[in-house]
């Protein structure tokens, strides 16, 4: 408007001059003082409405005082604390107000509702969840989203939240108290991090998990998530990373649950549960992506190395560490991984002797990890290749023989060594 107004105003000043004086003056004279303001606003940028009115609606308080200057004092929001706009001024682009220290309670819709805005980040507040429906009028802009470290302890009000940001790529939701309800979205999200909640209803999990879509990031990690996984991620055609780690998840995982997978699939989460059941009875399919998988700190127990696990060509971290296993270390299948970086046998009933074939294993491995099982004899010979072992822990085991002296004693690069037992 005031573009157009200087526009028309250098082609006649005169007239138009008075013109728009005159409409000032009524709008002083007749307009009470808020919509005075805001249209005064609107004439520089069309979202000065939107901001203030989340500002009022969602910001109960402001001890830092970082939003002193969103005031109608300013000409222009865009130069409003945490406020980016597009180029020419006229939208908000982004909205930025990490670590502000805000309290209140978040009215989602003011912001879903400004047409241009595409990325919100509001970490680190006290904002509760006021209302988390996005407005339907407008349609949502929303690319990304980061409501993480704030104090949400609603349970998420599935369709009405977000459904309608059909460019939403990114949800950061982790660090609340969020104890489920359901997220529903479309297939532009790539991203969905709800890690340091405390959802407990495994529906959650299989809701996410049956329409994931495009998804490529899910950390669940850190949640009260129980009961058995009743689901495999095999509607997931873009999995990359898959979190389910310190949750209370119990029974037996899926036999399939890997090989169901897609070949996207690079880091796979499982630790900190309360699974049980066999892991030779795992199938871990082609896994041809696949470079982390832990299952430490649960409750398998197996006697036979789970063959397809051999098809994980690119394998860099193995963590089996903290379950029942017992079995003699199957160096051959180890010996292959040749990106191997971290394995951790720990704390497991494997006994026998280190097999050899481990140490051809040895030109990557950065920490191996045996303590704590039923291992006899002494670390092979070929260990001396070893050449970028850092850590190296075989403690509380029943090794013999004079390996410190003859193998440990040429491991350049060892920097943490435990062999000392306890029994
Ligand atoms: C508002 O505050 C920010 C940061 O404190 C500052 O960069 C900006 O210039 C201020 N804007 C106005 C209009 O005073
Ligand atoms: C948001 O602002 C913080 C500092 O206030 C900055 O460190 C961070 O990089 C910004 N994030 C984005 C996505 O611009
Ligand atoms: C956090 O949310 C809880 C529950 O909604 C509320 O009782 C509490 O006052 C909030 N904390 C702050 C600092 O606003
Ligand atoms: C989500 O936010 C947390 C904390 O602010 C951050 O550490 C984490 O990396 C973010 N997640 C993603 C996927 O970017
Ligand atoms: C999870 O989904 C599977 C099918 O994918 C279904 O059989 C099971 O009942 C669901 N579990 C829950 C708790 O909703
Ligand atoms: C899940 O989130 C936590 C906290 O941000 C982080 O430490 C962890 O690495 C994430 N998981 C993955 C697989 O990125
Ligand atoms: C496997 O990982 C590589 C490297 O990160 C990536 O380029 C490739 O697309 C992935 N494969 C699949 C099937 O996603
Ligand atoms: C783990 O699961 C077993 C049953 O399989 C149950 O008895 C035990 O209480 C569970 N532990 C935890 C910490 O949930
Ligand atoms: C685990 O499964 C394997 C192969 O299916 C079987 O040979 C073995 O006896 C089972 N072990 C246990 C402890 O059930």
């Not at 007749?30 to 005075?36: D, L, V, Y």
Request: hydrophobic share 35%; net charge neutral; proline share 5%.
């Amino acid at each position: 408007m005031k573009r157009e107004w200087r526009r028309v105003s250098s082609q006649d000043q005169g007239i138009m001059g008075i013109f728009v004086f005159g409409y000032i003056l009524l709008l002083l004279l007749i307009i009470p003082s808020q919509a005075r303001e805001l249209a005064s606003q609107q004439s520089s940028n069309d979202d000065t409405v939107g901001l203030l009115t989340f500002k009022r609606s969602s910001v109960q308080s402001d001890p830092k005082n970082v939003l002193a200057n969103w005031t109608t004092d300013s000409p222009s929001p865009c130069s409003w604390f945490g406020v980016s706009c597009s180029l020419d001024g006229r939208r908000v682009t982004s909205l930025n107000l990490t670590n502000a220290g805000l309290i209140g309670s978040l009215h989602l819709a003011d912001l879903t509702s400004l047409p241009a805005l595409t990325d919100l980040i509001l970490r680190g507040n006290l904002f509760s969840a006021g209302d988390l429906s996005a407005s339907s009028a407008t349609p949502c802009a929303l690319e990304t989203i980061d409501l993480s470290f704030n104090n949400i302890s609603d349970p998420l009000p599935g369709r009405s939240f977000l459904f309608s940001c059909n460019r939403l790529a990114r949800v950061n939701l982790s660090h609340n108290s969020i104890p489920g309800g359901t997220v529903q979205f479309g297939p532009s999200l790539l991203e969905l991090d709800l890690y340091g909640n405390r959802i407990s209803d495994s529906t959650f999990l299989n809701r996410s998990l049956s329409i994931c879509q495009n998804l490529n990031f899910l950390n669940f990690s850190n949640n009260k998530l129980a009961g058995k996984l009743e689901t495999t991620p095999i509607s997931c055609k873009s999995l990359s990373v898959l979190d389910l780690s310190y949750n209370l998840l119990s029974g037996e995982i899926p036999p399939s649950f890997v090989a169901d997978s897609p070949p996207s699939l690079k880091h796979l989460d499982l630790s900190h549960n309360n699974f049980s059941g066999n892991l030779s009875s795992l199938d871990f399919g082609r896994c041809s992506n696949l470079s982390l998988f832990s299952l430490s700190q649960n409750r398998l127990s197996g006697t036979v190395f789970p063959i397809s696990l051999n098809n994980c060509e690119v394998l860099e971290t193995l963590d089996l560490s903290h379950n029942e296993l017992q079995l003699k270390i199957p160096g051959a299948a180890l010996g292959r991984f040749k990106k191997l970086k971290q394995l951790s046998l720990a704390d497991n009933l494997f006994f026998g002797d280190i097999p050899p074939e481990l140490g051809q294993a040895c030109g990557t491995l950065q920490e191996l990890d045996l303590s704590a099982n039923k291992l006899t004899g002494g670390l092979p010979l070929n260990f001396v290749s070893c050449s970028s072992l850092q850590t190296l822990n075989l403690g509380n085991n029943l090794l013999s023989g004079d390996f410190l002296t003859t193998v440990i004693s040429s491991l350049q690069s060892l920097k943490y060594l435990y062999v000392h037992s306890t029994t």
